[in-house]
């Protein structure tokens, strides 16, 4: 049986991805299972591979994207047990997830509850892991806590809005004027990047108690001076420099583990979903399954702004990279 992704042969804008058709599914190995997916997420990260600028990516072309995905079990290798075809699962994939067939480590596979959507599904598994582990594993923040957000109308913004609500956080987050309606919506204050100096706004609100920064560079240095003693940056990507506006990222990483060190009275740490689940990859799992729980009881719904056909990538990556997109963009694939 044939089937389509997309690919890219070369590193570049998003002309580059093209959709291919294979001429038969692949086969699972022993201990690996052939995922049918169903859906996967478009995301700004996925932009960086494409460009070749997602750093510490050593992978070579031709390559397909996609970070994540939620698909169903359509065939398992010699070995699998605790796998049913047909099961709904998930994956962080990293790359790889544009395609409607693919195979994955049975082990790396996570049950997603069979009421639950694979759009709002798929939305956990990068962008509401990345939020929720840097809410209570990094920056550890208690309830009625003060945080300030930047990006807030994207896909990580809006998870980590969502999940701060949960925890009575007073959350403020920068974002273009084209989102404030999104932010506000979803529990948290509004601040115009481009109109409005956040550090001053900070100081005059009292300053908060974690601050979540992946624009870099400067941005970050701002956000840790917007830290009330005893705060915590968590610096946790490079949008700035993703997008050809300058920047060094060795640079940003040395500031950043040198402000962590100084008797500031502050903190700052790091945080990549990848790195954090190689070292604990029992807590992604863990996460990754609260997550779902709390969508299965109402509690979080995610802004899924578009859906999106697999053949329309990249449009959608277009869209990404304009900044047009608010809260997320799913890729829909194949039909359960
Ligand atoms: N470390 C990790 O494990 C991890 C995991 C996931 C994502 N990330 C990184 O996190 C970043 C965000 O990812 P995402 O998927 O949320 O991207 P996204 O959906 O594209 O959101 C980024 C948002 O930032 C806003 N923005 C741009 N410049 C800004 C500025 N100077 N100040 C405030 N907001 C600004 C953009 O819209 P407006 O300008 O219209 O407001 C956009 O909504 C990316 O760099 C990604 O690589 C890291």
Known sequence: MSYKKVILNEFGGPEVLQVVKEATLP?????????????????????????????????????????????????????????????????LTVWGAYTEYMIRPADSLVPVPAEVSPTDAVSMVLSYVTAYQMLHRVAKVERGQSILIHGAGGAVGTALIELGRQLDLKMYGTASASKRELVEELGAVHIDYAKEDFVARMQAEGKVDAAFDAISGENFKRSFKSLKKGGILVPYGFYDQAMGRGGNVAIDYMSVALWNILPNGRKASFYSIGDLRKKQPEWFKEDLGALFGLLTAGKIKPAIERRMKLEEAAQAHELIEQAAVKGRLVLMVNKK
């Open 27 to 91: 086969e699972p190995g022993a201990g690996e299972a052939r995922i049918k997916i169903l859906a996967a997420s478009a995301t700004f990260t996925d932009t960086m591979v494409r460009k070749g600028v997602y750093y510490g990516f050593k992978e070579t072309l031709p390559l397909s994207p996609g970070y994540d995905m939620v698909g169903v079990v359509d065939k398992v290798g010699a070995g699998v047990s605790g796998l049913k075809v047909g099961q709904m699962v998930a994956d």
